[in-house]
T-cell receptor
Framework: GAVVSQHPSRVICKSGTSVKIECRSL??????MFWYRQFPKKSLMLMAT?????????EQGVEKDKFLINHASLTLSTLTVTSAHPEDSSFYIC???????????FGSGTRLTVV | AQSVTQPDIHITVSEGASLELRCNYS??????LFWYVQSPGQGLQLLLK????DTLVQGIKGFEAEFKRSQSSFNLRKPSVHWSDAAEYFC?????????????WGAGTKLIIKP
């Protein structure tokens, strides 16, 4: 079946630094990728939707200059948290969907801790 | 606006007992419906989905769900739970038509298994 690989699974960074999270579709071409953030004891919040080769569409309230999303190829999307602060600490999950694919495949998530 | 409600924040079930997790949605048209499971610190795994056809859907790990249009519900069931089923379960609705849709998430239900 479809597999999405997300790295790193855990990252700890200092406040003010940037962190990049990768999301790769291993055996299919992901025309659309989604980035979610999960707050403790909360459901998933969609941050942005990215289509290959075009700019990401951000949800209301998500700072696009802080959460940079790049979807340069059909198998790779990256989320860069710039100038991270402790309040950015969270669990980030990507998902991908391919051509004529009605289902979503999720990555295993990245636990970001900013100290 | 479309919404998904999982009325139970957490449910405790004895191992071997039956399980039903509730999900109600608000959506104008026939929805695409999903159940996902998330183990601690992990990403999401699709248990089952409903797009059309038979309203009783079989999924992985012995789970099933029934779409009841009259009740706007898509409850998840399992006849006999195992300790490994302890996790967080999310119901989601596809908001849109054809393959161009986004997921609207319920808040999740945490399943606790008593030995």
């Amino acid at each position: 079946g479809a597999v999405v690989s997300q790295h790193p699974s855990r990252v700890i960074c200092k406040s003010g630094t940037s962190v990049k999270i990768e999301c790769r579709s291993l055996d299919f071409q992901a025309t659309t990728m989604f980035w979610y953030r999960q707050f403790p004891k909360k459901s998933l919040m969609l941050m942005a939707t990215s289509n290959e080769g075009s700019k990401a569409t951000y949800e209301q309230g998500v700072e696009k200059d802080k959460f940079l999303i790049n979807h340069a190829s059909l198998t790779l999307s990256t989320l860069t948290v710039t100038s991270a602060h402790p309040e950015d600490s969270s669990f980030y999950i990507c998902s991908a969907r391919g051509y004529r694919d009605y289902g979503y495949t999720f990555g295993s998530g990245t636990r970001l801790t900013v100290v | 606006a479309q919404s998904v409600t999982q009325p139970d924040i957490h449910i405790t079930v004895s191992e071997g007992a039956s399980l039903e997790l509730r999900c109600n949605y608000s959506y104008g048209a026939t929805p695409y419906l999903f159940w996902y499971v998330q183990s601690p610190g992990q990403g999401l795994q699709l248990l089952l989905k409903y797009f059309s056809g038979d309203t009783l859907v079989q999924g992985i790990k012995g789970f099933e769900a029934e779409f009841k249009r009259s009740q706007s519900s898509f409850n998840l069931r399992k006849p006999s739970v195992h300790w490994s089923d302890a996790a967080e379960y999310f119901c989601a609705v596809g908001d849109g038509v054809d393959s161009n849709y986004q997921l609207i998430w319920g808040a999740g239900t945490k399943l606790i298994i008593k030995p």
